[in-house]
């Protein structure tokens, strides 16, 4: 369901790894880069085969991601900008 949000805000394509460890096997891709086992990045993921299957991003979802960003949270942008200025000065929410 996550990864179906994240193609439905961005508009994009992912592509999903059949690796219970991605974010580890990406580590040790790089490791082997910087200690000269691979001669580039590119060589590094040519070198390296795993499964992964692409999931493809709904238009029609983008479209009403799209519509929520730009009716809601720009509109809570910019009616919240000058409390936000009060709170990084430090001025409100102190609890005082």
């Known amino acids: 369901v996550w990864m179906g949000i994240k193609t439905a805000v961005s508009g994009l394509?992912?592509?999903i790894p059949a690796v219970d460890e991605a974010v580890c096997l990406g580590a040790a891709m790089l490791?082997?880069?910087?200690?000269?086992?691979?001669?580039?990045?590119?060589?590094?993921v040519a070198q390296v085969q795993f499964a992964s299957h692409t999931l493809p991003s709904?238009?029609?979802?983008?479209?009403?991601y799209r519509q929520q960003y730009e009716q809601i949270y720009s509109t809570l942008y910019e009616a919240l900008r000058e409390t936000n200025a009060l709170?990084?000065?430090?001025?409100?929410?102190?609890?005082?």
């Open 13 to 15: 394509p992912i592509t």
């Open 31 to 44: 490791a082997g880069v910087g200690s000269g086992v691979y001669a580039s990045f590119a060589d590094a």
């Open 58 to 64: 709904d238009p029609a979802l983008h479209r009403f």
């Open 87 to 96: 709170i990084r000065a430090g001025v409100v929410g102190r609890g005082e």
